[in-house]
């Protein structure tokens, strides 16, 4: 079981950008993935989430409008997507599978490795 | 939004020694309807993702080392390493999943003394 990641990028402001997770090992439409950042040296900050099943999306007020999480189940993918990048969000991305024994609250059991996003002008 | 709270932001321990950090909710996570506080611990190393430890505050994933504890309800929860191994040098979140946004406490960097 394993959530793996794209590659890091580098982007300027006002760029779109879209970064991946892939999942193995498990079917995607039995967990929730979630999408949590984390800027140089600090703290963890919970994006938002998303039911694979049936694309119902529950974001952070902190950052809706601004990102759009999605999925793709054929690939067994899910998607953190920006149209329009700001020096702020550069940071690194993790994705994760929420364990949850019911509805949409559970820990988070697996991390990807985590992407590295730099806007810079 | 629920506050996570978390003591100390940095703590030193020496190998074998025992480690103790502190988390405090801004509200209650305990969820009366199955009496489980929806808390979990995260260790998160160096250029590593976060690793999930604990969950319902007090459950060890399996493979965590039996020196990882976590006790609590309510609004006070407490991560404990037993016997400190130079291995356990991390940083560690707490966070809760009782309410969206699911957020996270700032952080305690743990290190050797």
């Known amino acids: 079981v394993q959530l793996v990641q794209s590659g890091a990028a580098v982007k300027k402001p006002g760029e779109s950008l879209t970064i991946s997770c892939e999942a193995s090992?498990?079917?995607?439409?039995?967990?929730?993935i979630t999408w949590v950042r984390q800027k140089p040296g600090k703290g963890l900050e919970w994006l938002g989430k998303?039911?694979?099943?049936?694309?119902?999306?529950d974001y952070n007020p902190s950052f809706q409008g601004h990102v759009t999480i999605s999925t793709d189940n054929s690939i067994s993918t899910s998607f953190l997507r920006w149209t329009s990048l700001r020096a702020s969000d550069s940071a690194i991305y993790f994705c994760?599978?929420?364990?949850?024994?019911?509805?949409?609250?559970?820990?988070?059991?697996?991390w990807g490795q985590g992407t590295r996003v730099v806007v810079s002008s | 939004d629920i506050v996570m709270t978390q003591s100390p932001d940095s703590l030193a321990v020496s190998l074998g020694e025992r480690a103790t950090i502190n988390c405090k909710s801004s509200?209650?996570?305990?969820?009366?309807?199955?009496?489980?506080?929806?808390v979990a611990w995260y260790q998160q190393k160096p250029g590593q993702p976060p690793k999930l430890l604990i969950s319902w505050a007090s459950t060890r994933e399996s493979g965590v080392p039996e020196r990882f504890s976590g006790s609590g309800s309510g609004t006070d929860f407490t991560l404990t390493i037993s016997s400190l191994q130079a291995e356990d040098v991390a940083v560690y979140f707490c966070q809760q999943y009782y309410s969206s946004p699911h957020t996270f406490g700032q952080g305690t960097e743990l290190e050797i003394k």
């Open positions: 998303i039911d694979p099943t049936d694309s119902y999306t």
């Open positions: 509200q209650s996570i305990l969820y009366n309807s199955n009496n489980k506080d929806y």
């Open positions: 994760a599978r929420l364990r949850a024994r019911v509805g949409d609250r559970g820990p988070f059991d697996i």
């Open positions: 090992g498990y079917d995607l439409d039995n967990y929730w």
